[in-house]
């Protein structure tokens, strides 16, 4: 999986690279519109990850330029702009999906995957953990022999925490990955905490509860080994 | 000293004349009969004519000053447009149209400086927040890292939320200031009120909260589909926080308002103070104290009055539109 980046802040930047290495991912950078532009007319990406604000011009202007020249790059915006309109605009310049700064690097970790699973035909339609089965087309998930019945909630916290398997995902990242921006800290965790007993009530019915691990005071892990 | 002239004449006029008429009641001769005709009947000529200027002279000032009071009314300090006044005839309003015109100036200055510094700092602040947030998950990550050191990376991370959270509500509040969501439509309250409550619904039931809805007759309001959602979250989000356990919302819509109620603890502050930014009842620790603010400054937005009420044990919040 080769992957561009194009952020201005070099922080940012390193924080990116740091966390997708671990995926496995190849990483290239561009910390400009000069930079990116380059980047983009001289090879090709499975997956662009573009800051809007960049010095020397307007992200969206690269969008354009990466979707004329490809349709296959899975693009995703990172922008501090977050009014509806930006959203947008973004969308129809031809981004597959847009996210607000400041982001929790897991949200952004599990929007690349499920962007590159739509846009390239490298990935299965399933994610495999032994017995546990994720079917993302049919939004299904099966244990050994059986169909597990879960609730939408119960089954995006479990798809979003398997999309970050063997890594700590915070319970704030896991109530902005459910509600947005407006859910509050205070409710939302406690709201997680009943959805997490469940879910992890079910799995070990199913013989898979060793997968859901809890990090005290700061989230949970799908761990698989 | 010309007001002061002004003010004298008319004592002075009045005492000459009294002391004629009682010269010609006490002394009743030709010669005060002579002196109160030649000088009575012009005098009182006089003083009509002079009371018939200065009535004119009065109306036009008036005139003048509620043409300042109506450019004072529509004077928007966040809009561009320079203030002017009318030149008048009368210096001391020149003087107080000059004056005016100075200190709009200065208010201008002052505001402007202000809204960007409350804009740049809180979007300034966002890239170090992201940055802190992004090294606290990869903390996290390090396999061979203690309970205690992840006990400090939570409170860190805790703390960092908060700061983002508060960043945000602060950007949100100076966004509807600056009228960044103009485009208004009409919205339908009781629509939009069911959207958010079924986001809402799980964490409603969790917490063993009842709902009652009556929605007797439509609530309409022409203002921005982002605030109203807003606000209505804000709201909802408010009367479950602040309820008790096993307690209820309710929800009315009627023709001319929205109001919202839920059970819960008498408050230890004045509801005024309420609106106010970082107030808040110290019982709910996550609270920002930004969630009213954000709804009065929402309704002020969009035309409507919001109203707290406590009685029975019921908070009520009401919104209604302003020219009611």
């Known amino acids: 999986m080769k992957i561009l980046i194009v952020e201005d802040e070099e922080d940012l930047l390193n924080l990116i690279i740091r966390y997708f290495k671990k995926e496995g991912y190849t990483c290239e950078t561009a910390s400009s519109f000069r930079d990116g532009y380059k980047k983009i007319n001289n090879y090709d990406y499975d997956c662009a990850v573009i800051d809007l604000n960049l010095p020397g011009g307007d992200g969206l202007k690269l969008i354009k330029i990466l979707r004329a020249e490809n349709t296959q790059t899975g693009i995703v915006i990172i922008s501090a702009r977050d009014t509806v309109d930006d959203r947008i605009q973004g969308l129809d310049d031809g981004a597959d999906d847009y996210l607000t700064k400041p982001f929790n690097l897991s949200e952004l970790n599990a929007r690349i995957k499920a962007v590159l699973r739509r846009k390239t035909n490298q990935f299965s339609n399933e994610l495999k953990f032994g017995e546990l089965v994720i079917n993302l087309d049919e939004r299904k998930v099966v244990a050994g022999e ?15 925490l398997a999309r970050n398997k063997n890594r700590v995902v915070t319970k704030d990242s896991i109530a902005e990955h459910l509600w947005g921006d407006y859910m509050d800290d205070a409710v939302s965790y406690d709201f997680i905490y009943a959805h997490v007993k469940n879910l992890r009530k079910k799995l070990s019915e199913n013989g898979c509860g060793e997968f859901l691990k809890t990090v005290y005071g700061i989230g949970y892990k799908f761990q698989t080994y | 000293m010309k007001r002061l002239k002004q003010v004298y004449i008319i004592p002075i006029l009045l005492s000459l004349v009294t002391a004629l008429l009682l010269g010609y009641f006490l002394f009743p001769s030709e010669f005060y009969q002579k002196a109160f005709l030649s000088v009575l009947v012009p005098l009182t000529i006089l003083m009509v004519g002079f009371r018939m200027i200065t009535y004119q002279r009065i109306r036009a000032i008036r005139t003048q000053l509620y043409g300042i009071l109506e450019t004072l009314e529509e004077f928007d300090v966040d809009e561009p447009k320079k203030v002017e006044f009318e030149e008048s005839p009368f210096p001391i309003l020149n003087d107080l149209n000059k004056y005016l015109i100075e200190l709009i100036d200065r208010i201008r200055i002052n505001y ?17 927040l992201a940055v802190i947030k992004g090294h606290i998950e990869i903390l996290l990550q390090s396999p061979n890292i203690g309970e205690k050191e992840i006990e400090s990376l939570a409170i860190v991370l805790q703390n960092t939320n908060r700061l983002s959270k508060l960043n945000s509500a602060l950007i949100l509040l100076s966004k509807i200031e600056h009228q960044r969501f103009s485009d208004t439509e009409k ?5 939009m009120t069911e959207e958010v409550v079924g986001n809402f619904h799980d964490l409603i039931q969790i917490q ?11 609530f309409e309001v022409e203002m921005s589909e982002t605030l109203a959602e807003i606000l209505i979250a804000n709201l909802i989000q408010n009367a479950i926080r602040h309820n008790i356990e096993k307690g209820f919302i309710k929800i009315d819509i009627n023709e001319n308002r929205f109001s919202i109620s839920n059970s819960g603890h008498e408050l230890k502050v004045t509801p005024i103070s309420l609106f106010k930014r970082f107030k808040r009842q110290s019982e709910v620790e996550e609270s920002l104290g930004l969630g009213l603010s954000i709804v009065k400054r929402i309704c002020e937005q969009s035309g409507m009055e919001v109203q707290y009420l406590f009685e029975d044990g019921l908070h009520t919040l009401t919104l209604k539109l302003s020219n009611d």
């Open chain 2, 208 to 218: 063993g909260l009842e709902i009652q809805k009556n929605y007797s007759e439509k």
């Open chain 2, 187 to 191: 919205v339908s309250f009781e629509k």
């Open chain 1, 146 to 160: 059986e169909i597990m019945q879960l609730t939408k909630k119960e089954y995006n916290i479990l798809l979003y």
């Open chain 2, 112 to 128: 402007q400086s202000n809204k960007q510094f409350t804009q740049n700092a809180s979007h300034e602040l966002q890239t170090p």
